[in-house]
């Protein structure tokens, strides 16, 4: 996608072909920093800190991860040990695990010195089927939000979204945006409401920068706003993405998701997840019970950052000292209230037959 008219990635190595680079995203929309990571420990931070998030960028950190660490040791133990290094870095999203196991599988057996060229070659790969990945997504949530606009006929179809599943959460392109994007190159008058997504406010800080970038309509909403907004008729589909789907359509997305999926239940509006196949976790079925909850820092709570009138980025207390705070990351939204999932091979029922029938190969093995 664009920044300031230049296309970028979100992660990508330099002319060196060694040097990793992405954007540090906890300082965007305010300050747009560049950071190069040269090593194992800088990848696994920029994971566990947020420097990097989204379920596919994790993966994709994860893998240049692995590259890093082989250029100090790219030994059988080596790998093992980056893998264990990085796998611990974030519980919930199961695109780790998933780059991981795939960087590992391909550099077996293979001859130590070939190892690096190898595995920094992996990591690209995994990182351009993502963005087809999400320009599939998009192809196919684009018939969605045309089929809203013909039913409207006339004026903007008012998409609601939660958290940033957009391109920074990906390599390109992202997952819950793409539609959005693809609608625009289509020339169908869109509107984003952009949850500012509590508490680090990745709805209004990432998804709303995106969004402007692109030169999308978009209006930040606070959290609450969504199910006002679905029961005086403002709403034509939600689309959100997830960080691990079960193999029966119970869908883990960033804390909040669930509370949409209920109001839009509530009020007759389609709820759609858009996902990847790398973030479907074939190996669980009830969401509500085997996908490990992230609990995070509670400081993420009781802080928040933001610029000043003289154009300084400042940290404040928003909440008593001493009052306990509890950071739950995500929430599970069981398959019985989403409309559907927008996978790159088409949209399915959220059931264990209907991602059965798109990825019959998963669904056997």
């Known amino acids: 996608m664009r920044i300031d008219g230049r296309h970028y990635r979100t992660i990508w190595t330099e002319d060196d072909g060694r040097t990793v680079m992405t954007f540090d995203q906890r300082l965007l929309p305010h300050e747009l920093r560049l950071v190069a990571l040269k090593s194992l420990e800088d990848a696994a931070q920029a994971i566990e800190t947020m420097l990097v998030r989204g379920a596919p960028l994790i993966g994709a950190t994860a893998a240049y991860g692995v590259c890093l660490a082989l250029r100090d040791d790219p030994s059988d133990e080596g790998i093992e040990r980056a893998f264990e290094r990085l796998i611990r870095t974030r519980p919930t999203a199961v695109n780790l695990r998933w780059a991981l196991e795939r960087m590992r599988s391909a550099l077996r057996n293979q001859p130590h010195g070939g190892r690096l060229e190898r595995a920094y070659a992996e990591a690209a790969r995994i990182c ?82 995106e969004l402007g970038q692109q030169g999308i309509a978009h209006t930040v909403i606070a959290d609450n706003v969504g199910g006002h907004l679905m029961q005086h008729g403002m709403v034509d589909l939600c689309i959100v993405g997830t960080d691990r789907t079960t193999r029966r359509g119970d869908v883990c997305n960033k804390i909040g998701t669930y509370l949409k999926a209920l109001a839009a239940a509530d009020n007759g509006v389609p709820f759609y997840v858009a996902l990847p196949s790398t973030t479907i976790d074939w190996t ?43 950071n739950w990351a995500f929430d599970v939204t069981p398959a019985r209230y989403v409309t559907g999932l927008v996978t790159e091979r088409g949209v399915c029922p959220a059931t264990a037959e209907g991602l059965a029938a798109v990825f019959p190969e998963q669904a056997e093995s």
């Open 284 to 326: 669980i079925e009830d969401g509500l019970r085997e996908v490990p909850i992230e609990q995070r820092d509670g400081s993420e709570l009781t802080r928040v950052s933001g610029r000043t009138a003289d154009g300084r980025i400042e940290t404040v207390e928003i909440t008593p000292a001493g009052s306990p705070a509890g």
């Open 128 to 209: 351009d089927e993502d963005v087809a990945i999400c320009k599939a997504i998009g192809d196919h949530g684009l018939a969605l939000i045309r089929a809203a606009a013909q039913r409207k006929g006339g004026g903007p179809v008012n998409v609601l979204t939660h958290c940033n599943a957009g391109w920074l959460a990906t390599i390109d392109w992202g997952t819950a945006t793409a539609p959005i994007y693809r609608a625009q190159e289509e020339g169908i008058d869109v509107h984003v409401w952009v949850d500012e997504t509590r508490p680090r406010n990745q709805g209004a800080a990432l998804t709303a920068f």
